[in-house]
């Protein structure tokens, strides 16, 4: 499955167009990047030219730490707090808590709330607690079907509430909240869209 990217405006409730990009793409084609040091996204995009990358986890302003649970290829990467989140074994993705056994693996990012589950909007703290009403640029993860996961980012600043009924309408059966507000980044084929926070964790989809 090849992935595609999408640019649209999207009406929202406080009468203002906000500015939305939907990458869609198989699970197998992304990948966890976690780097030793913090990365601007223009320097993530120098080591990897025309790639489509995209801001991870909710990470400790401190230390730098994602606080997200990371596992790439059966190894867990970063043993944070979040551990429900989105897990790819076998090519196919589910929204979970992590498992107590990590063979078979791909990838896992812990991150939250839930916006949409089995269809429903249901947004459902899982160790984040953030306003409902507060506005901010916004990132999730959806899951349309197994073998089918999208990345909407949303530039203009919107509620949590709005970010869930937007990934509902684009036909998500399920969908968690990433990292936003200042920390999402977001560059598609090289293109940068969004800067944000330097990169403690991010996703890397491949063409």
């Keep these: 499955m090849r992935i ?19 990458i869609v793409t198989h699970p197998s084609k992304v990948t966890i990047i976690v780097p030793r040091h913090p ?3 223009r320097a993530a995009l120098r080591m990897h030219p025309q790639a489509t990358i995209l801001s991870g ?7 730098h730490k994602p606080i997200g649970a990371i596992v790439t ?7 944070g707090v979040l551990r429900f989140g989105v897990l790819v074994k076998d090519g ?18 812990g991150a939250g709330p839930i916006l949409v589950k089995d269809g429903k909007v249901k947004i459902r703290s899982v160790g ?41 309408r684009l036909g998500a059966k399920d969908a968690i909240n990433l990292d936003g ?10 293109r940068i869209i969004k800067v944000g926070r330097p990169l403690t964790n991010y996703f890397l989809v491949l063409p």
């Excluded at 986890?57 to 230390?63: A, C, E, H, N, S």
């Excluded at 290829?73 to 043993?79: D, G, R």
């Excluded at 196919?92 to 990012?109: D, N, V």
């Excluded at 507000?181 to 090289?190: E, F």
């Design 4 to 22: 595609a990217i999408f640019i649209f405006l999207c009406f929202v409730p406080s009468f203002a167009f906000s500015r939305d990009i939907l």
């Design 39 to 41: 990365l601007t996204l």
């Design 57 to 63: 986890t909710f990470y400790d302003l401190r230390t």
């Design 73 to 79: 290829n059966n190894i867990l990467i970063v043993n």
């Design 92 to 109: 196919k993705a589910a929204l979970t808590e992590l498992p107590s056994t990590l063979t078979g693996i791909t990838w896992f990012i």
């Design 128 to 168: 984040v607690q953030l306003s409902l009403t507060q506005r901010a640029p916004r990132h999730a993860l959806l899951i349309f079907s197994p073998e089918r996961i999208g990345f909407l980012v949303s530039t203009t600043p919107i509620t949590l509430t709005e970010l869930a009924y937007k990934a509902l």
């Design 181 to 190: 507000g200042d920390s999402v980044n977001c560059a598609v084929k090289g």
